[in-house]
C-alpha cells in the first residue's frame, strides 16, 4: 500500500543516518520494484548504496531519476560528487558546475565544487566560486571558511586569516574557521593562540576528534607528554567508535 511504502522510505533515510545502509538498502528494495519511477525512492536507493560503498548502483540510481526528472539538480549534483569519488573529478566538476549554475540554493554542492576545484589545483575558480557562494549566503560561514582555505592554497596567508576570522564573527566558534586561524599560528610556531583556538572550537563542538588529536600535537611539540596524554584519553573516550582515536 501507498502509506506502507512511504513508511518504508522513511525508514530507510533514518538508517542511513544511523550508518546502517544495507538494512536500508533491504527494506527498500521490498517496494522498489512497484516505485521505480519515484524520485524519492530512487535518491534514497541511491544513498544507501554510495553510504555503503557501492558507488556503481548509487550512481545508476542518481542517474535513472535525471532521466525521470532532468531538473532535478539535488540529483545533478549527487552525480557529480561520486563521479568525484569514482576518480573522474572532470566530469564531477562539470555536472556539479550544471547543478549549481541552474540552483542557487545548493550550497553544499557549491562546497564540493569548491574542495573538487582546489584539489584539481584550479585555485582562481575555487576563489570565484567562495564569493559567489559568500553573495548567495552572506550569513552562512562555509563561504569564508573556502575562500579562506582557498587563499592559503594560493599562498596569501593574510587574506586567508582575514576570511577565517570572518567566518568566526558570523559563526563564533567554527569548527573550520577555528582550525584554519589554528594552522596559520602553528606555521608562526604560535602555539598558545593555536591551543586556545582549538580549546574555544571544543566548547561548541565537544569531543571533536580532529580537534582533540590537533591539541595532542601540539603538546607533543611543545614537550608537555602529559598533557598529550591527557587530550588522546578524552580523544578515546569521547570518540569510542572511532578506528583513528
Do not use: C
Request: charged share 25%; glycine share 6%.
Amino acid at each position: 500500500r501507498p502509506n506502507d511504502q512511504n513508511a518504508r522510505v522513511l525508514l530507510g533515510k533514518t538508517l542511513i543516518k544511523l550508518g546502517q545502509p544495507e538494512q536500508a538498502t533491504a527494506i527498500l528494495q521490498a517496494t522498489s520494484d512497484s516505485r521505480q519511477d519515484d524520485a524519492t525512492m530512487l535518491a534514497t536507493l541511491g544513498a544507501a548504496a554510495i553510504k555503503a560503498g557501492d558507488l556503481d548502483t548509487g550512481l545508476q540510481h542518481f542517474e535513472k531519476l535525471m532521466e525521470i526528472n532532468p531538473d532535478n539538480m539535488s540529483a545533478k549534483a549527487q552525480i557529480g560528487v561520486t563521479h568525484i569519488s569514482m576518480g573522474d573529478r572532470e566530469r564531477g566538476i562539470r555536472e556539479l558546475e550544471e547543478a549549481t549554475k541552474a540552483d542557487s540554493s545548493l550550497l553544499q554542492a557549491e562546497a564540493n565544487l569548491i574542495k573538487a576545484y582546489i584539489t584539481s589545483g584550479k585555485l582562481d575558480d575555487a576563489l570565484k566560486a567562495s564569493i559567489r557562494m559568500q553573495e548567495r549566503a552572506p550569513d552562512n560561514a562555509l563561504g569564508h571558511v573556502l575562500e579562506g582555505l582557498v587563499l592559503l592554497a594560493k599562498g596569501q596567508t593574510p587574506e586567508g586569516k582575514s576570511a577565517f576570522e570572518k567566518a568566526l564573527e558570523l559563526s563564533p566558534g567554527d569548527t573550520a574557521a577555528s582550525h584554519g586561524l589554528a594552522t596559520i599560528a602553528i606555521e608562526a610556531d604560535q602555539f598558545d593562540i593555536a591551543r586556545d583556538l582549538y580549546k574555544k572550537a571544543l566548547e561548541h563542538t565537544p569531543n571533536h576528534l580532529a580537534t582533540l588529536l590537533h591539541l595532542a600535537n601540539i603538546a607533543q611539540r611543545t614537550n608537555d607528554q602529559a598533557e598529550r596524554i591527557e587530550w588522546l584519553k578524552q580523544a578515546v573516550s569521547g570518540n569510542p567508535a572511532s578506528v583513528y582515536a
